[in-house]
């Protein structure tokens, strides 16, 4: 755990702020007069917001989706890659997305050398850039919970589950995303050798979606399985999900919230996956805890992506994880604590639960905290 040892080592967040500088010299606050933006969607467009009003000039704005380009932001148009091909190549290029590896491999095979994601001015001057909820106060949990972050090493079943922590703590430290390669599976919730899932699993999904990964879970079972409830609060998502599920009575939906009990919770509902409760959202959605829902059925995987509001869910699920230990999925990314702070939640439900973590995206995204009974 070389990372963890480092980091014993650093007596502030201020001390790790002053290494990301010194590692990436050319986003320090006072040199950062201009830039290049690499990724148009809802980061992009805050990123070029925030430097507008801040008088930083954008050199360019580029997104390989070909739906976003031609569209105009802070008054640049975005372009495809070609967008970029004129800048020098010590430009600065930010990453204005929550998945960096891949953009990042991209950027320095066209011989940019100052690249680095958006995390990293958010990290280092907040003030200006306002910190996304997957990076506020990161610096500050990092040093603030170190114990806690040993605790979990200790609790974690296996050594690549330490190896994951590791390079998570490590990522969160550098902004580099390579030291996540050797650890990532990019096989979202389908982590090697762990679920063994049988022909009759009860599966509960806590942030649905459009379904994508109730499909997933469907393949992977072949298609034999008891059951699926799941639930999804923003509204125009859940018709997209409703009608690709229709032909399946085996598949239960409720368009609803996951919470600790019932109640109505403010939401920010943008039909994406970055729709969350907050208590600023223009919409009212009801939630519900899990074994209200269940009363008392049996439950053999539980999965939950749902923007933070996990550890309140597993709360509302406590009677149902107690009663049939099913396999938990649960996300741990939202907040910079949940990488602590999950784990933590499941073992005081159920302390007989084998831990692992495991990554699945080249970001801050995608940390899985999975449990299930020892062996």
């Not at 890659?81 to 950027?107: C, F, K, M, N, W």
Request: glycine share 8%.
């Amino acid at each position: 755990m070389k990372t963890l040892a480092a980091l014993a080592d650093a007596r502030s967040a201020d001390e790790l702020r002053a290494a990301l500088i010194e590692r990436h010299p050319a986003f320090a606050a006072e040199r950062l007069g201009r830039l290049a933006i690499f990724g148009a969607a809802g980061e992009g467009e805050r990123l070029a917001k925030a430097c507008r009003e801040r008088g930083i000039a954008i050199a360019a704005i580029s997104d390989e989706n070909p739906a976003r380009q031609g569209q105009v932001l802070a008054g640049v148009k975005v372009g495809g890659i070609e967008a970029l091909a004129a800048l020098e190549r010590d430009t600065p290029v930010v990453v204005a997305s929550h998945r960096t590896l891949a953009a990042l491999r991209r950027l320095r095979a066209l011989g940019f050398r100052n690249c680095a994601p958006f995390a990293l001015l958010q990290l280092l001057a907040p003030e200006k850039f306002r910190p996304h909820m997957f990076h506020e106060g990161l610096l500050e949990d990092l040093c603030e919970n170190r114990s806690r972050y040993e605790a979990l090493a200790a609790q974690l079943a296996d050594e690549f589950s330490r190896r994951v922590l590791d390079a998570v703590i490590a990522y969160r430290m550098t902004l580099d995303p390579e030291v996540l390669d050797p650890i990532v599976e990019w096989d979202l919730y389908n982590p090697a050798g762990l679920l063994n899932l049988g022909s009759d699993e009860v599966y509960v999904d806590g942030g649905a979606f459009d379904g994508d990964s109730i499909a997933l879970f469907v393949k992977r079972v072949n298609n034999r399985f008891s059951g699926v409830i799941g639930f999804e609060p923003d509204r125009k998502t859940f018709a997209r999900l409703q009608a690709r599920f229709a032909g399946d009575a085996r598949v239960r939906l409720v368009n609803g919230g996951l919470h600790a009990r019932a109640g109505e919770l403010r939401f920010a509902g943008d039909a994406s996956r970055g729709s969350i409760f907050e208590d600023s959202g223009g919409e009212v959605i009801p939630v519900v805890s899990l074994d209200s829902v269940l009363a008392g059925d049996r439950v053999s995987f539980i999965k939950m992506n749902i923007e933070g509001s996990e550890i309140e869910a597993l709360a509302g699920a406590a009677e149902s994880i107690r009663r049939h230990s099913p396999r938990l999925a649960i996300s741990a990314y939202h907040r910079p604590s949940d990488l602590w702070a999950v784990p933590e939640a499941i073992r005081a439900l159920v302390p007989r639960y084998a831990l692992y973590l495991r990554q699945h995206d080249g970001g801050i995204i995608e940390t899985v905290c999975y449990a299930q009974q020892s062996a």
